[in-house]
């Protein structure tokens, strides 16, 4: 595994500002192109490529539902684009990459295909299928005859929910979030919020008053977790899960500076295991989505349909629990 050391002298930065960026030190000024530098190695650092074979060359789009800064936020879209240009470049293939609204003001020429990594409404899933009946949807499955690659977040709900009933913990709180499409046409359903509810009902642990809805961010996950630690004092569940690791790495600050023990008194399990999950303070345990994987198998996908296939198909990627020091 990449050190921090090894991070620091890839981009040409101290070790002291690597560990800040990568445990998003609100009081670190640092510029954003360095920022983005930091997580971009990380994240090459923690990407093990793979050999291929080369394929007739081609010319793709990649669409991002995020802006530039909003990625540098959430390392989970990110990682998503490496995978997708780390297979492109493997198979030879031309890629461009555009945020949404860059993409509908001028798409480039001779253009075989399109990769869309994130929420697209309807209107702007319509949008995108009329510049290229060659699409895939990366982390979505928009309503229609589409391809996509998602991750199942109903059954890594449960996977996570039973790890952690079968350590013995009855007191579960939630941290999660909710999103908007970015036409703000409708609010996403959140598949870890209803599946928590609905499968802590039916084990007869649901307790509302340990759910906490933001935004998937580590400034939400902190606000929450601090507003959990105020209003529940000795009540305060043992374990938590977040919703995401940018949320478990804000409430891993707010226990902290608490002086509540992680994981002696709390434990906190996030998802994704995003490239700076190991290197934080504890180590997150996280459910891994391979969103590396996500990005390769968008590729691999594209390339069918524009082979020819015309069966639309959908692809759902595993996951696999990360036990590190966040959790017993």
């Known amino acids: 595994m990449a050190t921090i ?3 620091a002298e890839k981009a ?7 560990s800040r960026v990568l445990n998003y030190d609100a009081t670190l000024s640092v510029s954003d192109e360095t920022r983005k530098r930091i997580l ?4 090459e650092l923690s990407y093990k ?7 007739p060359a081609s010319k793709i789009a990649i669409i991002h539902w995020y802006t530039e ?10 990682s998503i684009r490496y995978g997708i240009e780390l297979r492109s470049q493997q198979l030879g293939i031309q890629f461009v990459n555009y945020y949404y609204n860059e993409f509908l003001d001028g798409k480039p020429d001779n253009l075989q295909g399109v990769i869309a990594i994130g929420k697209f409404s309807s209107a702007q899933v319509a949008e995108l299928s009329a510049i290229s009946e060659n699409i895939v949807f990366a982390d979505y499955t928009p309503e229609g005859e589409y391809d996509s690659v998602v991750t199942d977040f109903e059954q890594a709900t449960k996977k996570i929910l039973n790890y952690l009933l079968e350590k013995g913990h009855n007191q579960i709180g939630f941290i999660g979030g909710r999103e908007m499409f970015k036409d703000l046409s409708a609010e996403l359903e959140d598949k870890r919020e209803t599946t928590f509810k609905l ?3 039916s084990r ?3 307790n509302e008053k340990h759910i906490f809805i933001g935004s998937f961010s580590v400034s939400s996950g902190y606000d929450l977790m601090r ?12 374990a938590f899960f977040a919703a995401n690791d940018l949320i478990a790495i804000g409430c891993l600050r707010a226990l902290h500076e608490a002086g509540i023990p992680v994981p002696g008194r709390v434990n906190v399990i996030g998802i994704n295991d995003i490239s700076v999950s190991k290197y934080i303070f504890p180590s997150l345990t996280t459910l891994k989505v391979d969103t590396e994987l996500m990005g390769e198998t968008a590729v691999d996908t594209l390339l069918e349909r524009i082979a020819g296939r015309k069966v639309p198909k959908k692809i759902i990627l595993g996951t696999e629990l990360i036990k590190r020091d966040s959790s017993f």
Do not use: F, N, Q, R
């Open 227 to 238: 507003k959990a630690i105020k209003e529940l004092g000795d009540e305060l569940p043992t």
């Open 12 to 18: 040409g930065v101290s070790i002291a500002t690597v």
């Open 49 to 55: 490529k793979k050999a291929a074979k080369k394929t």
């Open 199 to 201: 499968y802590m009902a």
């Open 69 to 78: 800064k909003e990625e540098l936020e959430d390392l989970y879209y990110m």
């Open 5 to 7: 050391k090894d991070i």
């Open 204 to 206: 007869g642990h649901l």
């Open 40 to 43: 971009e190695v990380a994240e």
